[in-house]
């Protein structure tokens, strides 16, 4: 390109980057099809997928539970859940692609271990009250983070993200109710069980909103592009503020001491989080990571020949079209 013909780009992209700007400012909504500068596109590919993954590899957790669950009611609401999740997982990736990436780009990239997940889908589920609890504080703390997505400035995320909200709304509900049952109308040993789940998935929803705003490498851009709303330390105030009169009528306690509600600010303050332990665990050393990515690698190789039938049918029915 010659020096004339850099300078008339770099002046392009200026426009158009001006532009982008004024469109966010303004609180407009970006399509697929419109100019994003590339950091924009790299950092929704980032989210999106992972969010996509994370729901994928969130169904392991409670898929082990479905030929355990109590009664036909409880598997048929837990198979319902597990279904909608890989339902989400689809909508996501969808929303990814439409940002130029691909399906097996990202697929290869959470089996490499190069992309992320939620850290929350590395604890083992031990108990039926798991299952509960997952919907009650798990799915909860999901709601809590995705309803502000709904009005995330890139319209196709948006849009997935109302339904998917939907959809969890039932799943936390669910969750709530069995473990109303278990609570109010069970047997002190279910109580027990109720208790111990709680105590188990407390701290790791409430590492679910990510890092503290200090320590968080991306929010501040993100929060800047109206791809996050509500920061990762409000969410889970709102998430702490929104839960703990829940627990009251549930008849269960948080296993945090510092907990107390603070008169003054109108909210509670709560205790300090294991920021080693939230790492450890993203970074690949929890105590199911291994688990999980060699399931998901499996279930892959394991479908290769669904994948190559399907192709195998599509080749066909477009030669039969275009010889028609
Ligand atoms: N686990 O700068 P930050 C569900 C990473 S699915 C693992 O704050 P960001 C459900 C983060 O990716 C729940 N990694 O990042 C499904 C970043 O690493 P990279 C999933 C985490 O993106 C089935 C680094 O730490 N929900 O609910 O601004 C059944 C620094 O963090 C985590 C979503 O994905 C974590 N907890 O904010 C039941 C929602 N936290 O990428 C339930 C969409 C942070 O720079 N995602 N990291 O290498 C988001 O809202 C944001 O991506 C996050 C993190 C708030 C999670």
Same mark, same amino acid.
């Given at each position: 390109m010659s020096v004339g013909a850099q300078d008339a780009a770099g002046v392009e992209d200026a426009e158009?980057?001006?532009?982008?700007?004024?469109? @966010?400012? =303004?609180?407009?909504? @970006?399509? =697929?099809k419109d100019w994003m500068p590339e950091h924009y596109r790299k950092t929704l590919v980032r989210q999106i997928s992972q969010h996509a993954h994370s729901e994928i590899v969130g169904m392991l957790p409670e898929g082990n539970w479905i030929t355990r669950a109590p009664t036909l009611k409880r598997k048929a609401i837990l198979l319902a859940k597990v279904q909608d999740e890989a339902g989400h997982?689809?909508?996501l990736y969808s929303a990814a692609e439409t940002l130029g990436t691909s399906r097996d780009q990202m697929v290869n990239a959470l089996h490499t271990g190069k992309a992320k997940y939620?850290?929350?889908f590395n604890y083992p589920t031990l108990t039926w009250a798991d299952m509960g609890v997952i919907g009650w504080l798990v799915d909860g703390a999901a709601i809590m983070n995705q309803v502000p997505l709904c009005r995330c400035s890139y319209a196709p995320y948006a849009r997935a993200m109302i339904r998917v909200c939907r959809e969890e709304s039932f799943h936390q509900r669910q969750g709530y109710e069995a473990l109303l049952v278990m609570m109010k109308q069970g047997t002190a040993e279910q109580r027990e069980m109720v208790q111990d789940a709680v105590n188990r998935w407390w701290w790791p929803s409430l590492m679910m909103f990510g890092p503290a705003d200090k320590d968080s490498p991306n929010s501040?851009?993100?929060?800047?592009w109206g791809i996050k709303r509500i920061s990762n330390d409000q969410l889970r105030q709102k998430f702490v503020d929104a839960t703990i009169p829940q627990a009251e009528i549930l008849g269960v306690?948080?296993?945090d001491p510092d907990l107390q509600w603070n008169e003054e600010r109108g909210e509670y303050d709560f205790g300090a989080i294991d920021w080693a332990e939230f790492w450890r665990v993203v970074n690949g050393d929890g105590p199911m990571n291994r688990e999980r990515l060699?399931?998901?690698v499996k279930a892959w190789d394991d479908g290769a020949w669904v994948r190559d039938a399907a192709l195998a049918h599509a080749k066909k029915q477009a030669t039969k079209k275009e010889a028609a």
């Open positions: 158009k980057q001006a532009a982008f700007d004024a469109r @966010i400012d =303004a609180g407009d909504f @970006i399509e =697929a997982g689809l909508y939620s850290s929350i501040e851009q993100s929060m800047r306690t948080v296993p060699a399931a998901r």
